[in-house]
């Protein structure tokens, strides 16, 4: 049984060695070239890297960006309900017209609710989604420029 412990240690340190031995030695793509080239395409605020001599960025400003739209994002519980009735305490159950998932594209009507001198509710109508095509009222602060 002590053989076995004694073969067993010297078999650890034999397979560490080698372990070792190995990570250590270049690959086959390091020892054919020296020279490190990375390329990196993009738009805007492409990444740079430090020690990678020959790095290639190449940086097309004609690109077209991702367009903004308004969207809906609800910062207390993600989904924004949609009513047919603008004001806090107007809206009945029956009012409620559908319960629109957070980052849903909306055009805005142009029509604004105040509630004294406060704005409080834009109507809207949905771009997409289980709601698109539904025009309704929905909480200022839900709408959001993305």
């Not at 029956?94 to 980052?103: E, F």
């Not at 849903?104 to 001198?117: C, D, H, L, S, V």
């Not at 704005?119 to 602060?141: D, H, M, P, Q």
Request: proline content about 8%.
């Amino acid at each position: 049984m002590r053989k076995l412990g004694v073969i067993g240690s010297f078999a650890s340190i034999f397979g560490l060695a080698i372990a070792l031995v190995s990570f250590n030695q270049p690959s086959n793509s390091q020892t054919s070239s020296n020279k490190n080239t990375n390329s990196i395409s993009g738009t805007t605020n492409a990444p740079v890297v430090q020690g990678s001599p020959g790095a290639t960025i190449n940086i097309n400003p004609q690109a077209p960006k991702p367009q903004k739209s308004f969207v809906l994002r609800n910062p207390m519980t993600g989904a924004t309900l949609l009513v047919g009735v603008p004001g806090v305490f107007n809206a009945k159950p029956k009012d409620h017209i559908c319960m629109v998932p957070p980052g849903t594209a909306i055009e805005k009507t142009g029509r604004i609710f105040r509630e004294q001198t406060v704005e409080t509710f834009n109507e809207v109508k949905i771009l997409e989604g289980s709601c698109a095509g539904e025009t309704g009222w929905v909480a200022i602060e839900t709408i959001s420029y993305e």
